[in-house]
Structure formats: structure tokens, C-alpha cells
């Protein structure tokens, strides 16, 4: 089956940027969205980038995909405390609302 | 406050008891997803209803039982579970557009066997 990987934890200190990577496997996969998970709560969708995209903005959040290799990242500028959680890469093909694959998560811990 | 409620937050439960987890979204999706959450492990899905009819069942074992009476309302039965089974149930809801599935989760059930 599909696979989405990702590096299970980070730490970086209050202020500098952040970088999450994840892979994938699947070739046909046509979104792929950044979730993040607080402490007790469910997991929230930050971000997606349609596949024929390689870069989105939206504030401090940049996601870079790289399609050839099946990379995507998650880059936070001027991390905060606030950004302390665990963020989930997933991928799903067109029509698979059925079909959303997540990856592990990476736990960001920020350091003030 | 979140679209999707769950109840209860936390479930102690022996390995011979049934017990009921319950997801309610306030959203107007038409689907609705049981998902497994254990430490280190990617998020498994378990279960999709799609216009409360199941459309999805990911090898689950029979002693998890789903039920969905409505769009709105999703239930997973629990019995004899092991102690494996030990996770957080995370409740999730989509509109189904054929494309770009947001998902919308609950904050979970963390279920304990002992």
C-alpha cells in the first residue's frame, strides 16, 4: 500500500524556522496537506498543496513540494512556543476521500 | 469549538466489557471516519461511512463495531477488546467532493484496556 514517512521528532529554538519533511510513495497522490495535533485535541488541517503546485505560501506556513522525488515539507518561519505539536503529512489521489494516508507525525518541540 | 464531538474523552474499559464510543458532527458533511491513533504509528483508518453507508472497512477486527444512524452520528461498538487495542479513536468528517478531501477530526477517545 501507499506509504508516507516523516522523521518522528524535532526541536528547534523560539524564533528560528522550522523545516518538517515527509516522503510518499504514491505516484498518483493529487493533494497533499500538513495537519497538526496540540496536546488532547484532534488534528487540524493547516495547509494543502494540489499536486500541480511546487510551492504555497500562507503566512508563516511555506509548503515545498518536490513531485519528481515525492517530497514534501512544511517550513514555519519565526517558530513560536504556540507551534509546539505534532504535525501529520498525508496524501490522497483525486476522488480518494476514502483514500487519505497519513504519515507518523513529527513532534516539534520549540525551545524558548 | 470543534464541528465534530466525541464522548467520552477517556474510557478505561476491562478486556470483557462493551462499551460505545459516540462522534457527532454539526458540520453538514456526508462522511464520516473512524480512525485508530497509537504512539509511533501512522494514523490507521478503520472505517468510512459515506451517506451512512459503509463504504470502507480497513480489515478491522469484528470486535469493533460500527454504526452510523445518520449523517450526522457516528458509533463504534467495543467487545472484548485486547489490550493492544489501547489507543486514541479519533472521529473524523468530510464533504465529499471528489477531490480535495478536508478532514475534520474530534479530539478523541483515549481508550485504555486492562
Known amino acids: 500500500g501507499e506509504d508516507v514517512e516523516q522523521s518522528l521528532f524535532l526541536s528547534v529554538r523560539e524564533g528560528d524556522s522550522s523545516v518538517i519533511n515527509c516522503t510518499y510513495t504514491?505516484?498518483?497522490?493529487?493533494?497533499l496537506y500538513w495537519y497538526k495535533q496540540e496536546p488532547g485535541a484532534g488534528l487540524q488541517l493547516l495547509t494543502y498543496?494540489?499536486?500541480?503546485?511546487d510551492m504555497k505560501q500562507d503566512q508563516r506556513l511555506t509548503v515545498l513540494l518536490n513531485k519528481k522525488d515525492k517530497h514534501l515539507s512544511l517550513r514555519i518561519a519565526d517558530t513560536q512556543t504556540g507551534d509546539s505539536a505534532i504535525y501529520f503529512c498525508?496524501?490522497?489521489?483525486?476522488?480518494?476521500?476514502?483514500?487519505?494516508?497519513f504519515g507518523t507525525g513529527t513532534k516539534l518541540q520549540v525551545i524558548p | 469549538e470543534t464541528g465534530v464531538t466525541q464522548t467520552p474523552r477517556h474510557l478505561v474499559m476491562g478486556m470483557t466489557n462493551k462499551k460505545s464510543l459516540k462522534c457527532e458532527q454539526h458540520?453538514?458533511?456526508?462522511?464520516m471516519y473512524w480512525y485508530k491513533q497509537s504512539a509511533k504509528k501512522p494514523l490507521e483508518l478503520m472505517f468510512v461511512?459515506?451517506?451512512?453507508?459503509?463504504?470502507e472497512n480497513n480489515s478491522v477486527p469484528s470486535r469493533f463495531s460500527p454504526e452510523c444512524p445518520n449523517s450526522s452520528h457516528l458509533f463504534l461498538h467495543l467487545h472484548t477488546l485486547q489490550p493492544e487495542d489501547s489507543a486514541l479513536y479519533l472521529c473524523?468528517?468530510?464533504?465529499?467532493?471528489?477531490?480535495?478531501?478536508?478532514?475534520?477530526f474530534g479530539s478523541g477517545t483515549q481508550l485504555s484496556v486492562l
Open positions: 473524523a468528517s468530510s464533504q465529499d467532493r471528489g477531490g480535495n478531501e478536508k478532514l475534520f
Open positions: 504514491d505516484s498518483s497522490s493529487t493533494y
Open positions: 498543496i494540489f499536486s500541480n503546485m
Open positions: 498525508a496524501e490522497s489521489p483525486l476522488g480518494g476521500y476514502q483514500k487519505v494516508t
Open positions: 458540520l453538514g458533511h456526508n462522511a
Open positions: 461511512y459515506n451517506f451512512k453507508e459503509q463504504t
